[in-house]
């Protein structure tokens, strides 16, 4: 048995409209930091298509599609606050500065379209997960969901400890290392792969569940390795608090700090 392909192709299919119709408001704005505040709603958006497209109505597939809605509309609502109304970001701009004339057609193709793609990626162990019709809820939904939410908490409480830090005129120029920061560098990066390995072990519930592992790993390795860590950190390198903050603190996975 495989997985619901129809719906899985028409999920691609709405995700590359979605993308594009972002991409056109960007051009409008003059901002393809949209991109960013669009992300966690394209994933409610295209888990909610999906499970009322498939119809079946499991208590798997509404749990799983909570699970995405939570973290969506908090993901959404958090960056639309933190960015509206702000000048493009700097690594969007950097990249407009460096396309020129090209700019339009390489953020099509390199942003919003690969976006498009990663997102596809992503979310697939949901999809498969509305596409089954099996009933019942077992140990490693229950697993999933409780990993699920140990990310969560990290995304959230991590991104109110450092708008609360950030707020404070006195801590300009400083380094957060604190609450969840005194263990990770980045809290709410670990805390979104940690979500996606949850719902992956949702997924392995059902038949062809386990090729959703491509999600987990690819959110993991962009983050830790591409678009996250390093592109956050590389503009932090010139400040001497955080290469000392760096040398004692994880970069992604929480322990205990390094004794000075």
Do not use: C
Request: a positive charge; aromatic letters at 16%.
């Amino acid at each position: 048995m495989t997985p619901g392909w129809s719906i899985i192709g028409w999920s691609a299919a709405l995700i590359a409209g979605y993308f594009t119709a972002l991409f056109l408001l960007a051009q409008w704005r003059r901002d393809n930091s949209i991109v960013d505040m669009g992300w966690g709603l394209g994933f409610v958006i295209v888990t909610t298509f999906a499970f009322f497209t498939a119809g079946h109505y499991t208590l798997r597939a509404g749990l799983t599609l909570a699970a995405v809605a939570v973290w969506g509309l908090r993901l959404a609502y958090h960056i639309v606050k933190r960015n509206w109304g702000r000048p493009e970001d700097f690594r969007y701009a950097k990249w407009r500065a460096e396309w020129g004339r090209w700019v339009v057609p390489r953020a099509f193709l390199q942003v919003f379209m690969l976006q498009a793609a990663v997102m596809m990626i992503v979310v697939y162990p949901v999809l498969i997960v509305q596409a089954s019709p099996k009933p019942g809820l077992g140990g490693l939904e229950i697993a999933g969901l409780l990993v699920w939410s140990v990310g969560f908490l990290f995304e959230v409480v991590g991104d109110l400890q450092l708008r609360t830090f950030k707020e404070s005129p006195e801590n300009k120029g400083k380094v957060l290392s604190t609450g969840l920061w005194r263990y990770t560098r980045h809290p709410n990066y670990f805390g979104e792969a940690t979500m996606w390995w949850g719902l992956f072990l949702v997924a392995l519930a059902v038949p062809w569940g386990w090729t959703g592992i491509v999600s987990p790993l690819t959110i993991t390795l962009l983050l830790r390795f591409v678009s996250g860590v390093p592109m956050l950190e590389k503009k932090m390198q010139d400040n001497p608090g955080f290469q000392e903050y760096a040398r004692r603190t994880n970069a992604f996975v929480p322990w205990f700090p390094k004794r000075s």
